[in-house]
Nanobody, 123 residues
Framework: QVQLVESGGGLVQAGGSLRLSCTASGHTFSSYVLGWFRQAPGKEREFVSGIGTSGINTYYADSVKGRFTISRDNAKNTVYLQMNSLKPEDTAVYYC????????????????WGPGTQVTVSS
């Protein structure tokens, strides 16, 4: 199983931008489908975005489409989430995860999870 660690969270004003990074350990990073999820206080964790092994195939939740961009650098074992035009409702702990199988399927199963990084958007 790959081990994942997120970074890049913080406090930003509405309309601002942040870029999250998720770095993985292991020799087979390029074989993993990866995803970003988030969980706001009192809410269930929700899917945000996913990316296929080559980086060509991507998928976004409707709530972030057009504002967030997922990408990956397999040479650096890192997946990114560029978040623009942030809204207060984007406030959450953001997690990256690896899919158990090499398919971009939102329903999972998702195997490894990072500890998360807090994103707070002030109005």
């Amino acid at each position: 199983q790959v081990q994942l660690v997120e970074s890049g969270g913080g406090l930003v004003q509405a309309g601002g931008s942040l870029r999250l990074s998720c770095t993985a350990s292991g020799h087979t990073f390029s074989s993993y489908v990866l995803g970003w999820f988030r969980q706001a206080p009192g809410k269930e964790r929700e899917f945000v975005s996913g990316i296929g092994t080559s980086g060509i195939n991507t998928y976004y939740a409707d709530s972030v489409k057009g504002r967030f961009t997922i990408s990956r650098d397999n040479a650096k074992n890192t997946v990114y989430l560029q978040m623009n035009s942030l809204k207060p409702e984007d406030t959450a702990v953001y997690y990256c995860a690896s899919h158990v199988y090499a398919i971009l399927q939102v329903s999972g199963p998702w195997g490894s999870w990072g500890p998360g990084t807090q994103v707070t958007v002030s109005s």
